[in-house]
Each structure stands twice: as structure tokens, then as C-alpha cells.
């Protein structure tokens, strides 16, 4: 018992607490992630997951990490505080354990990449240092009894809805833990939990907030738009020679020709170089015993005396097969060294075939199948040869004639596909700059702008705006214009299309209804003004640390 200094104590006080709450609290969160797993907010919701006690259960965090001084030796560095690369990996695979848990399927890497997993783990870990830290600034602390009560409520504890003291130990052993490792990375997450709700509890909604989320939520607006689309600006797009190669330079493996080579092969039938071969009764039966799953019936495996003639056949051809491979193998590794190909040539009786340049994805009709030469000619040098090389067409001895490598053409030659999609690039950056043009005109001159009129509408969580389209981002916009302040700070940005938007009028709700409904709207605004004040607060600690990350962990 005495080495479980919490834990022995509170064994002996019979300490048992239910998991409802817990295991209802995860189902939810679940839930709620395979819901909305397509949301941005996701992130929000996997920072408190992963941050929480039944997150992380088995993470242990150490001060200082490894010794050595590269940054190869550690995750990252916050200040003095460094983050081990087992902490990080610990992180990155739960992170990635709770995204397969939402998609029910394991995660391609391409997924993951636009996930963003590994610097998603990694920002957690470092948000974590520096929470834990201002706790301590703070004179937060933590008492043994809130330890106990955070251990008793892990799922993984407890035995029929109360902790259990030898599931306890079993867990702990299974995961190469000690009791103290643990409660003392429980002590820092109850630490840090205590920080953020600190820094959440100074959150207060005036009325004025709730005011303005109340008319958010139920005025009408009407809108006056521009919309300027790139496709609209092609014909204005004019590029000189200059301008194209330009374009050529910053986007190189765009127009790349793929790599080319030219072979030279001999292709050998096995038969040919193995010829007259019999099988020996000893033989016959060695190899049916070695494949006798090949020889089922109805009833399940057929004797050998229903199915000898078959297994005959089979131990010849596979004699034979194994003899022309050795013959092949030995006259090509004479003669490996010199790269004579016609001297295997003839001793193999073929004859030399001979290709044009090809790539890897347009090959020679007779190498359409041939996957294992293929890959093997694009291993080789210039002159040199390399085989045998088995397939079911036979045997190959291949010799490399010609390497082209891949290489951007002269613009002469692709003057054509780097106009086009040029064109379309600097059409889009024509479009973001007529956009803010169209913004800074309204601010002079709202009458010098001709722009179309939405319908009228009250905020909606979609971002649905009739006559412009979907976008949360300029819905939140629109809502944020008053009659003083009609216009945005910026052109908003919808898949290609740039909109710059304008308010025309509002109708404001009724203020007597808020009055009624103010209390319970505040209730409502809190937990995102919480999380406003919370994100906040993370940024500060941020900018005022000194973090060194190890960049080769997070590189896609």
C-alpha cells in the first residue's frame, strides 16, 4: 500500500462513486463529433477531449525531457519546459484514435494531412505546458482529496459503478505506469482545469451583450451586393512571354514531362529451357502433400490416386518453372558484370526486344501487365542489366538503353496548358483586388457602385444568404453592420466568388420581447463568450512564451 499514497488511503475509506456521468459525458461528446465531424469547431471539441482526465489517462507529462540539447531529442520547448517525443507520440495516436472512433474506419493519410493531426497534438501538448504553468502563477493548487475523487471516476477504475482498487493496479501495470506517475499527471490536469474555469469565471454578460445577441438573432436585414467572379475576368487577362515563364518558375512539377526510359529485353519461356522433365513417384506425393489445399472436392480433400494425373502435371510444371529460373539465373549473372545481353540471348535461345522511350504511366503495350519489369527498368542506370525477373509470360533478362529525365519543357512546346491555368490564377487575383477596389469605392462614393439587392432575412446558423449564397463567415459579417457602419472591413471570399456587401436597411426586433427573454439569452451567450475569453487567454500565454518547435514532427 505504501506505494499508492493517495489511492492507499482512499481504499480504506471504502471511497466508490458511480460512472454515470462520465461514461453519459463521452457518449455525448461522441455523438456530437460524428454529427458535426465536417465542422471547424471539431478542433474546439478535440482540445477539451484530449486535455481532459479521460483523455489522458496514461499520459505522463516530465519536466525537462530528454537531456540531450538537440532539437531532434524533444517534441518542442515551452520556455525551460520541454515535451518528450513519447509524450508527443502518446498524443498524436490518442488524437488519431479519437478521429477513427468519429469516422468509424481507420484514417487514410491523405485525411490526415487535411486534418491536421500532428500539429493538432502537438499544439495541444504546448497549450497544455502553458496552462499548467500560469496555474501555478496563479496560486491554484490541488488537495489529495480532489485527486481521489478524479482517479474514482475513471472508467477504467471501476468495478460494477465503484472504484476497484485491483483494477486500479492492473491498469496502471498494463500500461508500464506507477501509481505515483499517474496521480501526479492527474494532479496537473485537475490543475489545469482549475486555470481554465478560472479564467471562464470572470466572464460576465451585460446587458448589452445579451442586447446585441438578442437583435443578432432577430432583426431583418437587407443587403446590397457586388459580386465578382474570376471567370468574368479572363478576357481582361493579358500575359506576355515574361509573364508565362515567370509562371513556369514558381510551378515546376506542375508541367514536368514525367521521366522516360528505353529497354532492351530477352523474354524466355520456361518450357523452352527446361525441357523433357519428369517427376519421380516420391516427387508427386512430396508435392501434393506440400499443396494439398489445391485439391478439394465437394466432400473436402481428394485422395491422391483420384487426382494424381492433376499433381503430376502441376509438380512438372513447377519443376520445370524452378529449373529454368536456375538456368536464367546463371546465365544472366555471368554476364551481369559486362551487361552483355545478346550473350543471354543466346544461351537462353531468344531473342533481344527492344522499346521506345515510355513512362510509368504510358508503357509499351507488350509491358502493360509486365509491373514487376517495368518498376525494375526505372531502378536501373544507363547500360546496366538486371534479371531474372519471373512473370506469368515467362522469364526476363532486361537491359537498360536510355534514361530521359523528367524536365519542364521550353514554353514553346506547352505554351498552351500554362496560359490556361495562368489565366486562371491571375484572374483570381484580379478578382480579390476588384473586390477591395469595389469596397474602398462605396466608403467614398455608395452611388458609384451599381449592386443587386438580397432578399430579406434573419440570421440563420447555415450562413444561408438568398440571392448571394452560403457562408457563415459573411453571415456574421452582415450581422455585425449597423446603420452608422454600413459597410464590412473586407470583401468576404465564397469557394472562387468575392462578394462585398453593403447594408441597406434593418428592421430591428421588438425590444420589449428581449426584456422578457434576457436573462435566459445571457444563459445562451456564456459558454461562447467563455470560449472567446478561454481562446484568448491561451493566445497571451502564447505570445509571451519562447516555443521552439520540433517542425520535422508536424512536416506533411
Same mark, same amino acid.
Given at each position: ?24 459525458? $463521452? ?7 460524428? #454529427? ?90 504546448? *497549450? ?21 475523487? @478524479?482517479? @474514482?471516476? %475513471? ?47 470572470? %466572464? ?129 549473372? #555471368? ?17 533481344? $526486344? ?66 490556361? %491555368? ?13 473586390? *477591395?477596389?469595389?469596397?474602398? !469605392? ?5 452611388? !458609384? ?20 449564397? %452560403?457562408?457563415? =463567415?459573411?453571415?456574421?459579417? @452582415? ?56 481562446? !484568448? ?18 512536416? =506533411?
Amino acid at each position: 500500500m505504501s506505494n499508492y499514497p493517495i489511492i492507499s488511503n482512499f481504499i480504506e475509506t471504502d471511497y466508490a462513486v458511480t460512472t454515470n456521468r462520465t461514461k453519459e459525458y $463521452t457518449r455525448n461528446m461522441l455523438g456530437i463529433m460524428r #454529427k458535426y465531424k465536417e465542422s471547424v469547431v471539431i478542433k474546439a471539441v478535440f482540445v477539451i477531449i484530449v486535455l481532459s482526465f479521460v483523455g489522458t489517462i496514461f499520459l505522463v507529462w516530465g519536466e525537462g525531457g530528454s537531456s540531450a540539447g538537440s532539437r531532434s531529442s524533444y517534441a518542442a520547448k515551452v520556455d525551460s519546459t520541454k515535451i518528450s517525443l513519447d509524450d508527443y507520440q502518446q498524443a498524436y495516436y490518442r488524437l488519431r484514435g479519437i478521429y477513427e472512433q468519429i469516422y468509424q474506419r481507420s484514417i487514410s493519410p491523405d485525411i490526415e494531412k487535411q486534418l491536421g493531426l500532428k500539429k493538432m497534438a502537438l499544439d495541444n501538448l504546448i *497549450e497544455a505546458v502553458l496552462v499548467r504553468k500560469a496555474a501555478k502563477k496563479m496560486g491554484i493548487s490541488v488537495s489529495k482529496d480532489e485527486i481521489k475523487a @478524479a482517479i @474514482a471516476a %475513471v472508467p477504467a477504475f471501476q468495478k460494477n459503478g465503484a472504484f476497484d482498487f485491483q483494477q486500479y493496479q492492473q491498469a496502471l501495470k498494463g500500461n508500464r505506469m506507477t501509481a505515483g506517475d499517474f496521480e501526479a499527471a492527474q494532479e496537473n490536469e485537475l490543475l489545469m482545469k482549475k486555470a481554465r474555469k478560472t479564467v471562464q469565471d470572470k %466572464v460576465v454578460i451585460s446587458d448589452a451583450d445579451a442586447e446585441s445577441y438578442y437583435h443578432k438573432k432577430n432583426d431583418k436585414i437587407q443587403l446590397q451586393y457586388v459580386s465578382i467572379t474570376p471567370e468574368a475576368l479572363l478576357g481582361e487577362v493579358k500575359l506576355t512571354d515574361q509573364d508565362l515563364n515567370s509562371y513556369i518558375q514558381g510551378h515546376q512539377e506542375q508541367f514536368k514531362s514525367a521521366e522516360q526510359v528505353s529497354i532492351q529485353y530477352v523474354l524466355v519461356d520456361p518450357s523452352s529451357l527446361a525441357a523433357n522433365v519428369s517427376v519421380s513417384e516420391e516427387e508427386i506425393n512430396s508435392y501434393y502433400q506440400k499443396n494439398i489445399d489445391r485439391y478439394q472436392g465437394k466432400g473436402g480433400i481428394l485422395p491422391l490416386a483420384e487426382v494424381k494425373d492433376k499433381v503430376k502435371a502441376d509438380a512438372i510444371r513447377n519443376k520445370t518453372g524452378k529449373e529454368a529460373y536456375e538456368k536464367a539465373a546463371d546465365t544472366i549473372n #555471368k554476364n551481369i558484370a559486362s551487361a552483355n545481353l545478346q550473350a543471354v540471348a543466346a544461351a537462353l535461345g531468344g531473342k533481344i $526486344t527492344e522499346t521506345q522511350l515510355f513512362s510509368a504511366k504510358s508503357l509499351p503495350a507488350a509491358l502493360a501487365a509486365e509491373e514487376a519489369v517495368v518498376k525494375k527498368a526505372f531502378m536501373l542506370k544507363a547500360g546496366e542489366m538486371a534479371g531474372p525477373i519471373e512473370t506469368s509470360k515467362g522469364i526476363y533478362a532486361i537491359k537498360l538503353k536510355e534514361r530521359k529525365p523528367a524536365e519542364v519543357p521550353p514554353l514553346a512546346q506547352i505554351r498552351s496548358a500554362v496560359e490556361a %491555368v495562368a489565366k486562371v490564377d491571375k484572374a483570381k487575383e484580379l478578382a480579390a483586388k476588384k473586390a *477591395e477596389e469595389a469596397l474602398a !469605392a462605396l466608403a467614398k462614393n455608395p452611388a !458609384a457602385v451599381k449592386m443587386q439587392d438580397s432578399g430579406s432575412f434573419t440570421y440563420n446558423e447555415q450562413g444561408n444568404i438568398p440571392g448571394i449564397g %452560403v457562408s457563415k =463567415d459573411l453571415m456574421e459579417a @452582415a450581422f455585425a453592420l449597423t446603420t452608422a457602419a454600413p459597410l464590412p472591413k473586407a470583401a468576404v471570399k465564397i469557394d472562387q466568388k468575392w462578394l462585398v456587401i453593403k447594408l441597406k436597411n434593418r428592421t430591428a426586433a421588438n425590444s420589449e420581447d428581449f426584456q422578457k427573454t434576457k436573462e435566459e439569452l445571457k444563459k445562451q451567450l456564456l459558454p461562447k463568450k467563455q470560449q472567446e475569453a478561454l481562446d !484568448a487567454w491561451i493566445k497571451e500565454l502564447k505570445a509571451a512564451a519562447k516555443i521552439d518547435i520540433n517542425q520535422q514532427l508536424i512536416a =506533411d
